[in-house]
């Protein structure tokens, strides 16, 4: 017998009620405003996303639940702050370096790399330590996808993630919070 035993715990058991019913409404309204983001090609590129086996088959988090209650300590620390003071946020232009061990350092344009990547549409189910889920969309590419472009060095090991600094968009940077910019990484395998 296995000394733990996952449990089976509905989501609406997780989030309150209420807030997990009103979810429903949500994916088309993401969706629509992922697709709006985009421009030109990258449009059309998102349009042909393939569907993925990683998708949850849920009911998806409503926009307004999705969009006002989440995590960006680049805009603030408390759950309402992102939707609060993201306003002068620009997405675009925005490039993304990628240099270090690999043989082809390249920069690339985001819609770019839309435009020319494969793209897959999924469904997550994120459950939090804080106690809250959602279930959201998500279209874009793999990362291996975009690390073959580069081509890693045999020699490397990790893939480490520097968030954007931009305190005129983002007021969050310059709390100590965290140490800006963020840093992330992960396995070469992982990715």
């Not at 790399?113 to 999924?122: C, M, V, Y």
Request: charge should be neutral; proline fraction near 8%; include cysteine.
């Amino acid at each position: 017998m296995p000394a733990f035993k996952t449990p089976s715990i509905p989501s609406s058991e997780i989030t309150p009620k209420g807030l997990y019913l009103k979810r429903r409404h949500f994916i088309a309204g993401a969706g629509a405003i992922g697709l709006a983001g985009l421009s030109g090609t990258g449009a059309l590129a998102a349009l042909n996303a393939k569907k993925s086996a990683y998708t949850v088959d849920d009911t998806i988090t409503p926009k307004e639940d999705a969009t006002t209650y989440n995590n960006y300590y680049e805009f603030g620390t408390d759950k309402g702050d992102p939707v609060k003071y993201s306003g002068d946020f620009k997405p675009q232009p925005w490039k993304i370096k990628i240099d270090g061990m690999v043989a082809k350092p390249m920069e690339f344009d985001v819609e770019e790399l839309i435009a020319t990547l494969p793209l897959e549409e999924r469904v997550y189910r994120f459950r939090c330590v804080e106690a809250w889920s959602m279930v959201l969309p998500w279209t874009g590419f793999m990362l291996s996808d975009l690390l073959k472009k580069v081509e890693p060095l045999g020699s490397a090991k990790y893939v480490a993630m520097r968030t954007a600094v931009r305190p005129d968009e983002m007021p969050g940077v310059g709390y100590a919070v965290l140490d800006w910019p963020y840093r992330e990484g992960l396995r070469l395998d992982e990715a």
